[in-house]
């Protein structure tokens, strides 16, 4: 961790320590806030799984200071195959294609947190294994109430800002704005992600593999300098029951089932059996949060538990480091305001969420056709790129179209300038 001055300024309690929740305790030390943290895990996770990480989030975390122990883990020999099962390959195009028209890096989740952490204040408490239950406000504070799984425990304690950083199934979002339900949006896929312990078979860390067929894909991200990771994405109409069923079965039976009867063959074969292996992994269905407001006095929602704009789309990390490096600013330039602070932030940020998110819905098609007719079309779709991306002059004329260009905007120029 970084050391630094005691910085004796306004508590703020940030709930969740994730990318969102390290950032934006960096970004509010750097406006001279105390920030404390509370994590429900009793430790820190260590997993990751493939990241794309665009100029919009780079441009932040230089300014919290830690870009720089982070680097793009995908060199320009990297490639990604479309495979089937018997192991036929052709020229895939994988994640590469979101390099053109912005800078962006191809790393771990784990990169981005270990980064955040190494560049955290020293001072900042973090309290591990802890949780708020209750939160109460009143216009000069926020009385949280929060309990300790570790003794049972519970305490009362005021803070002038409350950060809900925890993620997708947001505690501090149900306390303040309402129940799960109303905010989240299911795309009707489930995902299984998780690091894989070596190169696929036959092939190096820096080939991956797409298996993409009507209602279910497999994905193999690929890295120069690490082990691919894998993704099972599928089709489901029932994400609730699904998670139901994979709960009594198993989630590496349930895969199996899905991804069955045909046989598996060399690649599922390596990466189900990883999963046999492995605790670590992320289960879940593909969702996306919206809300109209991402404030609500002096509690805020930053990351996943406000936007998140789903996997698919890519730009959840960038989003969450961009808007916690910008929320720490803008406290710090209106000290007096914390309202005006709150929505300057919100109404810079939600144009860009609400591109992503419509990216993240659009996207879905090339990580997993939902049907056969889907899956020619995305198939199509790939030769037509294909033949675009050889041509120098197409990433040029790609920076321009919005959805492009906004992943590589600093959202600090934008509040600037608005
Ligand atoms: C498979 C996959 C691939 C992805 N690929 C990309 C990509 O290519 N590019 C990209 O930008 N994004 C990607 N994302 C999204 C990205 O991982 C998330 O948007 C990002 O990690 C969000 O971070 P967060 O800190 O907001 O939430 P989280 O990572 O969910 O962190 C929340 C933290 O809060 C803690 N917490 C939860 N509840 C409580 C509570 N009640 N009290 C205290 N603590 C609590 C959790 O334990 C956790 O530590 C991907 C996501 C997945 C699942």
Known sequence: MATTNITPGPKALVVGLGISGLSTAISLHQAGWTPVIVERAPQRRRGGYFMGFFGLGQSAAKRLGYLDAMHDRLGAGSV?????????????IGFSASH??????????????????AALPTDIEIRYSTSPTAIVQSPDGVVVTLADATTGQSITERFALVVGADGIHSSVRAL???PEEEFIHRLGYMICAFELPDALPGMQTNEGAIIAEPGRS???FPFDDHAPTALFSYRTDDPIAERTKARQVGVRNRLREVYGPEPAGEILDFALDTLDHTDEFLYDSVEQVKMDRWHEGRVVLVGDSAWCPCLYSGMGATTAVGGADLLGTLLAENPDDIERALQKWEDTIRPYVDTFQGLGVRN??????ADPKEARTRRRTLGVLRRLISNPLFGRIASHVPAVRKRGDDLLEIARAA
Do not use: C, H, K
């Open 80 to 92: 990604t195959y479309e495979m089937d099962r018997a192991g036929n390959r052709a020229q895939g």
């Open 100 to 117: 053109i028209g912005v800078s962006s890096w191809m790393l771990l989740r784990s990169d981005i947190e270990n980064a955040a952490f």
């Open 176 to 178: 303040v704005f309402g």
């Open 218 to 220: 497999f994905w193999a």
């Open 364 to 369: 879905r098609l090339n990580f997993t056709p």
